[in-house]
């Protein structure tokens, strides 16, 4: 592990003007720097980098972070890879931190496992080039498929010999440790303590992860059998989460990242061919239903996807139900149907690979538009099930995070829908309120009130009626800015701004989960004199949750000129000119808020509360609350309404 003294280093010499400079061409644009985004395609620039913040952003695709961030996002490398990118070009010699006994019992078992999936590969691969059964049964399968040496040396395709334990046995003779076997997922144990192999008689499809690394294997039967099913796959391991991965992601990231697109297919084979046909940027969903952590990983590498499903009923119903989750996850979804009876790989073998690949480019539709049409084809004349539809196609549209392309598949599928273009944009609105609430209710589900609701509502205010008021994001994002920022500075009273801002709120935990633990950390530091410390504690961070939240929070805004707010005489908030009455003000404004929504809450609950002893209690509290409220406004020097 990486140790926290050479992160430090790293961040210090690792200026983001230096190392965006080496794959941007950056101009001065007064403060900060302007270039071309380099993760979008884009004619006029929109990427500002702030070398005083050590900070860039987009304001095109919204991409934002420091140098670290950058390199992970520009090269797609993983936050330890990042850091030794950057150390090697600053000659920084890594240091490891000693790691715990914990830490070091579980780095030694994923290291071991991933030592044992790599032999297995190799002896699955060994046994069907170099052994008779192998080359007879396994070879003879995939050169019937019609693949070349070449492609099944690409995707590390072997053969398992339909034997009781030949890999157990051939593990153990070469030193290998039964129990990491047994973990992998390679051999299993009978109750009566024998071991065998659990893939026999089947050719062996590796599963790697983007590092190349093989992490599970899929094995294909050729005997056919009552008993055994098609397909096993390995179960889910330390190293092997399904639900994270895609079939041929190694082998296509390049390609995805070139051609700017993703084909998404269903099974290995479909991969495999496409990839020697010429197609490489090419994965497979591996017979799972699709999952929000499988399309962020390919939209790393591009947000175009396409899927390229069987042309039978059975495919056209499996992609449309992965559509919500990509357009969920803001992709951009089109649709090739196959001709009816067809898969990806059968088609490309009948056609051949240039009419096949004319085929994709005459073929592709949109998908909202695509599934619309199946929709409406199978509800033909049928009233209650047009209205079925409505709500299925308004469901899928709420999930468009851009607004723009929402309103242009309201327009089209309204007309298509001969309906009302107010009434899907209504009932697509209550869809985005409804989740909204739901992700908003999820997210604060660890808020904590300060001590003195928490006496009020509990013994006394049933938790089914309570509401909590969750619309603090914004101001609370404000005052972490505020501590991120300038944290640890010197105003004109004696007190640091971390200081100012924990007196302010006093024993009022921000709400949202991040910025209460941004929150706790400063006051840490703050009692132990260390806050100057804390923003590049926070730049670097081990939870990617936190530092990207500490990133996208200080990224760069628009700068306005001079020139232009004394043109048309507008005001512009200056921290730095006025750093202790901005802080006062951005603190009492939000506990002003969260003060206003308590008394509302307790004015509900006493409206229903019939016993007069309870009544009484919520009383005391609620003078209280409304004398710390207007006490706040009359500091602010006005009467705040929300």
């Known amino acids: 592990m990486i140790s926290r003294e050479t992160i430090e280093k790293i961040n210090d010499a690792a200026y983001v003007e230096d190392v965006v400079g080496e794959f941007v061409h950056l101009k001065k644009r007064g403060a900060n720097l302007l270039g071309l985004c380099p993760f979008h395609d884009e004619k006029t620039p929109s990427f500002i980098v702030s070398p005083s913040k050590g900070i860039y952003k987009c304001f095109g695709c919204g991409k934002s972070g420091d140098a670290i961030k950058f390199v992970m996002e520009h090269e797609h490398y993983s936050y330890p890879q990042a850091l030794k990118f950057l150390a090697e070009k600053y000659s920084i010699p890594i240091e490891e931190k000693e790691t715990t006994p914990e830490e070091k019992k579980e780095l030694d078992k994923k290291e071991s496992l991933f030592i044992v999936l790599k032999y297995a590969a190799e002896f699955f691969k060994d046994r069907?080039?170099?052994?008779?059964?192998?080359?007879?049964?396994?070879?003879?399968?995939?050169?019937?498929?019609?693949?070349?040496?070449?492609?099944l040396q690409t995707f590390d395709l072997g053969y398992s010999p339909d034997k009781w334990d030949d890999l157990y046995q051939d593990a153990i003779s070469k030193g290998y440790n039964e129990e990491y076997l047994i973990q992998a997922g390679l051999v299993k144990k009978k109750e009566d303590g024998k071991i065998f192999d659990f893939f026999r008689g089947r050719v062996m499809f590796p599963i790697h992860n983007v590092s190349g690394k093989p992490v599970a294997f899929g094995g294909r039967v050729l005997k056919k059998t009552d008993k055994s099913p098609k397909y096993i796959n390995t179960a889910e391991t330390d190293v092997y989460h399904k639900s994270k991965l895609v079939y041929g992601i190694f082998q296509a990231k390049q390609d995805i990242r070139k051609l700017d697109e993703t084909y998404l297919v269903e099974g290995y084979t479909d991969v495999i061919s496409l990839h020697q046909a010429g197609i490489k940027n090419v994965v497979a969903s591996s017979g799972t239903s699709l999952t929000p952590d499988q399309v962020k990983l390919i939209k790393r590498f591009s947000p175009n996807i396409t899927l390229l499903y069987d042309g039978d009923k059975a495919g056209i119903k499996a992609a449309i139900r992965g559509v919500d989750i990509l357009l969920e996850q803001d992709t951009n979804v089109r649709v090739i149907q196959l001709p009816e009876g067809e898969d990806p790989d059968s088609y490309l073998q009948n056609i051949g690979s240039t009419a096949f690949k004319a085929y994709l480019e005459e073929h592709t539709q949109d998908f909202v538009l695509f599934k619309l049409a199946i929709l409406l084809e199978e509800g033909k004349n049928d009233p209650l099930r047009k209205a079925a539809i409505i709500k299925d196609i308004a469901l899928s549209i709420s999930k468009i995070k851009d607004s723009i392309k929402r309103a242009v598949y309201v327009k089209e599928c309204s007309q298509l829908l001969e309906i009302d273009e107010k009434l899907l944009i209504s009932e697509t609105n209550k869809l985005r309120r409804s989740d909204f609430k739901q992700k908003t209710d999820q997210k604060n589900s660890s808020y904590q009130p300060i001590d003195e609701l928490e006496q009020v509502t509990d013994p006394l205010i049933d938790h089914q009626q309570r509401e909590i008021v969750q619309n603090y994001e914004t101001q609370e994002r404000e005052i972490i800015r505020i501590l991120l920022q300038y944290g640890g500075q010197e105003l004109s009273e004696g007190?640091?701004?971390?200081?100012?801002?924990?007196?302010?709120?006093?024993?009022?935990?921000?709400?949202?989960?991040?910025?209460?633990?941004?929150?706790?950390?400063?006051?840490?530091?703050?009692?132990?004199?260390?806050?100057?410390?804390?923003?590049?504690?926070?730049?670097?961070?081990?939870?990617q949750e936190i530092r990207d939240a500490c990133l996208d929070i200080l990224a760069p805004g628009h700068e306005i000129s001079h020139n232009w707010?004394?043109?048309?005489?507008?005001?512009?908030?200056?921290?730095?000119?006025?750093?202790?009455?901005?802080?006062?003000?951005?603190?009492?404004?939000?506990?002003?808020?969260?003060?206003?929504?308590?008394?509302?809450?307790?004015?509900?609950?006493?409206?229903?509360?019939?016993?007069?002893?309870k009544q009484k209690v919520m009383l005391k509290f609620r003078q209280k609350f409304e004398e710390a409220k207007n006490d706040l406004h009359e500091k602010l020097g006005t009467d705040v309404l929300y």
């Open 565 to 613: 707010m004394k043109m048309h005489q507008v005001i512009v908030t200056d921290y730095d000119a006025d750093l202790n009455r901005i802080t006062k003000e951005v603190a009492m404004r939000y506990k002003s808020k969260r003060l206003v929504d308590m008394l509302k809450m307790l004015d509900e609950n006493l409206k229903a509360e019939k016993d007069y002893e």
């Open 495 to 543: 007190k640091t701004v971390t200081g100012l801002v924990l007196e302010i709120l006093e024993d009022l935990e921000l709400s949202h989960s991040v910025y209460s633990y941004i929150q706790k950390a400063y006051q840490e530091a703050f009692n132990n004199g260390s806050e100057l410390d804390m923003l590049n504690a926070f730049k670097s961070h081990q939870e």
């Open 128 to 151: 069907m080039f170099n052994s008779d059964e192998g080359r007879a049964i396994g070879l003879s399968y995939f050169k019937e498929r019609g693949f070349l040496e070449e492609t």
